[in-house]
């Protein structure tokens, strides 16, 4: 009896499956947190390991504070009745920072505090990580209470923390240049929002260190400043004294110029046109009265200003004042433990999820119903959980033993998607395949069987596996199925398995009648439904059929059943296998029903309403 392909036409449920799948739902995202959540919580584990091993080797940081405050205003000789105040742009204020933060600050910091050889103020907050492991050790050492180092000498050499770096001989260049970058590394400057409020920051190791570095530092800006006045004024006053020699020189001289021609009495002015030539060659009393006097005003305004300019130099005024005094924190800065578990937990989890993603991308296993659809284009027929290396591969009725369990229950719904797959007439004849006889196809037959049988319907199952009688021998023993002498007439062999409501034909009874020739398998059925007695009128029959591992030959026999069921282990069956062994059922015209995933860890499946 010949059959062909099942014609199954798309239902408008299946349209509608089929739609939202194209879409990544909820379902979708919790199976793929529930498939790699070990690589999530072991990346997480991971990153707070590291967060721990920070938090225990990293030196308590102190930040202390001051502030100061920049108003610049005129000096007192310089105001007309009052007090006047400049105003600064934002620029200026910037500029007053930079000067801040420049070297010539920290020059003046390191020299009046000494810190070029001060080797505490010297010593990075963020320790080497060799420096880390060292201090790991000694706190494993004090937790375990190793204190013999011969005891502990394997962990030290394996680990590798026994090694001293010898420390270089710097240079006072080079003493120097580290000091002012840890200097700098370690001070902050920032604007008060708007105002002209200037808040400088210094972090150390030491909480009375960082004090009197901020202290310091605001000292040496205001310091900076009244010197650089103060040189400013020094040099304008040496300019201007030289050249009020100059001006004093030139006054007098035009002076003894004047006086000398009023000693004359020489008063007169020629007549017209007369000693023409002499009256243009020397110079009238009112010029050099003029002259005398340009130069005394010039005189005494350059000698004002130089008044200024040594008042200044003797008064000396600066444009910022602190208005905070920095004092030593009593609580660290850094690290902070919760921020840092904080920043791991969301790091780690962010890693986790991208290993997983990773991991998925590059995992060509079967792990879903979409995965199956997606790229095999069948139905995935049921999902069935994982319960356990011994039990699943163990116990061929599971369903016996366990009826209300989760597998028995989807083990069902399984069955009766297989029972209502449109085909062109009732589901009778049903075979499992798989691609690999390490599979759960044998366990699935035999708790299959069972529940038709449990359901009233008369079921045998033929263990066409011949080169791996699974079947046969876990229901009959290693021996018992194998060594029973053949009877001619097939039907003749079947056995009652004990224990077990189904009837099973062993796989030394089909090697020997070659009962996966098709030829052979069809005479069977025919024998079968011609037979009158009750006793082999079966309503089902299951055939344990081989894996794709056996050949093609031996999977011809699919082609006179009324449809195939492949079974594919969760993450464990190979797409590019199941994807061959499709090609080989449909090249022998075999009717594929779907696929059945087994030891499924996420299930995802939903099951159509009848």
Sequence with gaps: MDRMFPQRWPSATDQLASASHEFIGLSDITGFLKCYVGTIVASLVAAFLVALFYNSTTDPAFTASTQILIEPRLPQHLQDGGEVTLSLDTAQVESQIAVMQSEKIAAMVLNQLKLVDDQKFNRPQ??????????????????????????????REHIGLSIRETPATLTEYEKGRRAMSIFRNGLDVRRVGVSYAIDISFTALDPEAAANIANATADAFVREQIETKAEAAKEGGAWLETRLEQLRTQMNKAMAKAQEFRSRHDYSVNGEGAAEDETNAVPTLEELETTAE??????????????????????????ARVITAATAPLYPSAPRPKLILVFAAVAGL???????????????????????????????????????????????????????SRYSHSLRKARTEISLSETDHPIKFLGLTAVSNDGSKSSVASNLATLYSMSGLKTLVIDADVRQPTMTTRLLGPSSGLDRPCQDLVRLNIICTPGRPFDLLPSSVVDAK??????????????????DLAAYAYDVVILDLPTLASGPDMLKVGSILDGVVMVADWGKTHLETLKDLTRMLQTSRTPILGVLLARARTMTFSHRKA
């Design 294 to 319: 340009t130069y005394q005003k010039m005189y005494e305004s350059f000698l004002q200003a130089y008044t200024n300019s040594v008042n200044q130099q003797s008064y000396p005024v600066a444009d």
């Design 126 to 155: 963020t320790p080497p990580l060799l420096d880390r492991f060292r201090k790991a050790e000694a706190m494993l050492v004090e937790a375990v209470g190793l204190r013999d180092s011969a005891r502990f000498g394997w962990l």
């Design 514 to 531: 070659n009962l996966l020739a098709a030829k052979n398998m069809e005479a069977f059925f025919s024998d079968l439904a011609a037979c």
């Design 350 to 404: 962010i890693l986790g999820i991208a290993l997983s993603f990773v991991r998925h991308t590059f995992d060509w296993t079967i792990k879903s119903p979409r995965h199956i659809r997606d790229n095999l284009g069948i139905d995935c027929v049921g999902e069935l959980p994982h319960i356990g290396r011994g039990r699943e591969t163990g116990r061929v009725d599971e369903v016996l033993r366990h009826p209300h």
